[in-house]
């Protein structure tokens, strides 16, 4: 069982409302990623960090921020809500750079529906 | 551009029978290949990973090839069980990062049938 947790696992908010969607592991892993997920499609990378104050944006544009203080901590952030923010967000985790088969751990995910 | 295809979509199967998945890769450089089980609500679990020097590599009743020549992987289930029923997710991570980035399949709807 990975030790990685997110929550909420269930969200639902009006529109304009600020959310922080929390992401915790116990791996110690440096590298921590956050996903989208639409139903039936494929995951895809809004942001990523390298470690303790690093963060970057991913694949897909996301109007969400996060942060990275602490190595074990990676919440995302939502200023403002809107119904086009609502899907799946999985939070992973590996381990350091430089090896071939490092695993990455999901999340249980957090399921926002804006409304 | 890095890409990563799955067939069949879905794939509907009768208890106790066997099936197989496939998982086409344009990923380069290529560092390797992971199977993810994916319940539905749920995050993607793990199964098997294998580097480019792995042909083949078994999980209980899951045993995942890999042709890194062909950039084809396949993931064959034995003997299903309705617990199967799920998306099977094929990654592939590449090394010319130092991220190892993750490049996601759009996954294998299976479902098992009594």
């Known amino acids: 069982e990975a030790d990685i947790y997110q929550t909420p696992r269930y969200l639902v908010i009006g529109t304009g409302k600020k959310i922080t969607l929390e992401c915790s592991q116990t791996?110690?892993?440096?590298?921590m990623y956050w996903y989208q997920q639409d139903p039936g499609m494929e995951l895809h990378l809004i942001h990523y960090?390298?470690?303790?104050?690093?963060?970057e944006k991913g694949d897909l544009s996301s109007e969400s921020t996060v942060s990275r203080i602490r190595t074990e901590h990676f919440p995302l952030t939502l200023e403002s809500a809107r119904p086009s923010h609502t899907s799946q967000y999985l939070c992973a985790s590996s381990e350091s750079i430089g090896r071939l088969n490092t695993e990455a751990f999901f999340g249980q995910g957090t399921r926002l529906t804006v409304v | 551009k890095n890409q990563v295809e799955q067939s069949p979509q879905s794939l509907i199967i009768l208890e106790g029978k066997n099936c197989t998945l496939q998982c086409n890769y344009t990923v380069s450089p290529f560092s390797n290949l992971r199977w993810y089980k994916q319940d539905t609500g749920r995050g993607p679990v793990s199964l098997t990973i294998?580097?480019?020097?792995?042909n083949t590599k078994s999980n209980g009743r899951y045993t995942a090839t890999l042709d890194a020549d062909t950039k084809q992987s396949s993931l064959h289930i034995t003997a299903s069980q309705l617990s199967d029923s799920a998306s099977y997710i094929c990654v592939v991570s590449d090394r010319g990062s130092t991220l190892g980035r993750l490049y996601f399949g759009r996954g294998t709807q299976l479902t098992v049938w009594p």
């Open positions: 960090s390298y470690g303790v104050n690093s963060t």
């Open positions: 294998m580097t480019f020097s792995e």
């Open positions: 791996m110690g892993h440096d590298k």
